[in-house]
């Protein structure tokens, strides 16, 4: 029994130790507190609003894979590469989302006025599912920017086929971003917790989704390498082919040209003189 108890108590100190989970993840989870701050503070000015955004999901990933991080040196690392695409990023996600809200309220006032009330309804409806696809391009834009290299344009163009591509894990996302959001809304001091725990939420699922994007074309290519290794290997045998029938037509033409040259020679001539010479 003592000995029983001893090597309980082991296992559950060792979950209290350094190595231990309970230490790794209050770790994560204290990174995680620091990234929120860092993200809010670097919000405040507005028009850093997309390179903050950026910089938390690659601090944000970093941390989720378990990767050597430092928040702070990552984020600003982040921030300063992705600064110029983050803001043209901003600018037009923030248009089209001042757009989208401008026709809504036209739409709705269109509606509920009472003439043309029935189109009116369908435009706004037709405007609030515009609304949710903008929502969740959001999220994967500036995730997007974190990891890739690539113009503006292309970024949100990606990010539409992923968000509508992956659409249950953009479902969870929405959810739990903007509905902790509204909540914190509600009870401001809830922000301390609901941003963190967003950062990780989303970081965790664009790990994933990134991870299988990835792999696919790693795979792709790898399938054309080899099928381009299997193309160059059919045309050498085919040109060892054609060069070992290029052989035998030319010694089967030589055999059928000596062959010729025998039958045409002319064996008669000393038969007929001694056939002369006997008659005579």
Known sequence: MRKETAQE??????????DGKLFKGMTKA?????????????????????????????????????????V??????????????GLIVEIILAAAG?????DIRACAYWAFTGSGSMIGTIFMYAIVG????????VLYAFAMLSRYDDKALRILKNSLILCVHHLPQ????MIATYGLMIFSYQYFTAYIITIPLVLYIDS??????FKSLENTNEQRAQEAAEEKK??????????????????VENITENTVENTAGIEETDFTGDDSADKTNGMD
């Open 9 to 18: 108590w082991r296992i559950i100190m060792k979950g209290f130790g350094l």
């Open 30 to 70: 204290g990174d995680f507190l620091i990234l929120a701050l860092i993200t809010f503070i670097f919000c405040i000015p507005v028009v850093t609003i997309g390179a903050s955004l950026t910089a938390a999901f690659y601090s944000g990933m970093k941390l989720v894979k378990d990767e050597e991080n430092y």
């Open 72 to 85: 702070f040196k990552d984020f600003i690392k982040s921030f300063k590469e992705n600064f110029l695409q």
């Open 98 to 102: 001042l757009l989208l809200f401008l």
């Open 130 to 137: 515009c609304a949710i696809v903008w929502a969740g391009v």
């Open 170 to 173: 953009t479902i969870v996302m």
């Open 204 to 209: 965790f699922i664009f790990t994933r989704i």
């Open 230 to 247: 299997a193309a160059a290997g059919l045309a050498e045998k085919n040109a060892a082919e054609n060069i070992s029938e290029n052989i």
